[in-house]
């Protein structure tokens, strides 16, 4: 692999995908880790309130701390908002681990999540410093191959050592994870170029957000995440349920849901040499259109069903659209951020506050209707799918995605 080269140094893409891939699996830490353990945690504070918030406040506290690490990032570099964004992650898993009630687990989940937003929401920026056009989108989607590693294991590690030790040693091992991000952080250094440093004061700030809007194929693209995240989050949130409620197979869940990872690996690996070879929006755009086009073909038979399908004709349709999905998101990341250059961390974090905390709402809508049936899980993926679809289309009038080779 050649080199990239940021504000300082010489490093080797292999070094950029890997750390990368590492900061991904913390943001994934935090959510996934914790799945397995919902009924030990309920148990544990004799609660009957829904567990499920627990991955709701840490979802929130990455979306609002995304109005915070952008400006900051872009004023004093990706490396000092990394390393806070890192210490708060460990402050936030210690005080989960240690929390005596659920109403402060809450509390601290919150905080966990407000630390992770550096570390997910930067990932992007710092790809973008180094990279740009086609080549970016294809460092991303190898990223991601890797990051998926993360939702593959952790659930399983996850429901380990909660066989064999309280819940709370999830969090503390979480916490750990902190401190080897923090280090490796310390060790890849800085990408943001001096010259591309801005001032962190309100108008500027508000100039920076206005550019973002005002630039189509950034702010198409952002549209089209929010409802892409959506549909993404209605599996998210919904698989649990309806693997317990619909089919009866809790047991089989964190196992199925670590199979969901292993299938989209290989497709995202021959994508990377799909876009070298024909660019990052006609392959984001193939791979959107075909996940909407699955999505709404369910629709009809799911209704008919009487939205109880067999556990694996409704499995294995989840495993081709959130697959197809998982594919499109490098790329557009990439085209997003593409035309951004100095403001690719505000843009970076206008992109992940966007897409998690509206996609989040947008799931809410139809994660709360799941009940023995999987027709809101169905309709509500095909609905997101094809408007995200739309919003993608009408990116695509603004300015195209350079192609760039090695």
Known sequence: MSDSRGGQGTRSDRSVIVYLSFLGVLLATGIDIALPAFDAIEDGFESSSNVSLIITLYVIGMALGQLIVGPVADRFGRKPAVLGGLALYAVGAIASALAPSFGLLLIARLVWGLGAAAPAGLRSAITRDLYSGDKMARITTIMMAVFLLGPIFVPLLGDLMIRVAPWPVIFWFAAGLAVVGAIWCVRF??????????????????????????????????????????????????????????????????????????????????????????????????????????????????????????????????????????????????????????????????????????????????????????????????????????????????????????
Not at 266 to 287: D, Q, T, V, W
Not at 308 to 334: C, K, M, Q
Not at 362 to 376: G, K, S, W, Y
Request: net charge neutral; charged share 10%.
């Open 189 to 406: 250094g800085e990408t943001l170029a001096e010259e591309n440093q801005r001032p962190l004061e309100p108008r500027q700030i508000w100039v920076g957000v206005k550019a973002v809007v005002r630039t189509r194929v950034t702010f198409g693209h952002m549209l089209a995440n929010v409802f892409l995240t959506g549909a993404f989050f209605i599996f998210l949130g919904s698989s649990q349920p309806v693997f317990d409620q619909v089919f009866d197979r809790a047991s089989q869940f964190a196992v199925f849901f670590a199979l969901a990872g292993v299938f989209t690996v290989p497709p995202l690996i021959l994508n990377n040499r799909l876009i070298k070879r024909y660019g990052a929006r006609r392959m984001s755009m193939l791979a959107c259109s075909a996940s909407a086009a699955i999505a709404v073909a369910a629709v009809v038979p799911t209704l008919v069903l009487d939205g109880r399908p067999s556990f694996w004709l409704w499995y294995v349709w989840v495993l081709f659209v959130t697959s197809l999905l998982t594919l499109a998101t490098p790329s557009i990341t990439a085209l997003a951020l593409e035309p951004m250059g100095a403001l690719a961390g505000t843009a970076s974090s206008l992109l992940f506050f966007s897409g998690f905390a509206f996609g989040a709402v947008l799931a809410a809508l139809f994660d709360r209707l799941v009940d023995d049936t999987v027709t809101p899980f169905v309709v509500g993926f095909a609905l997101y799918t094809s408007i995200g679809l739309m919003f993608m289309w009408w990116a695509g009038g603004g300015a195209a995605l350079s192609s760039e080779s090695d």
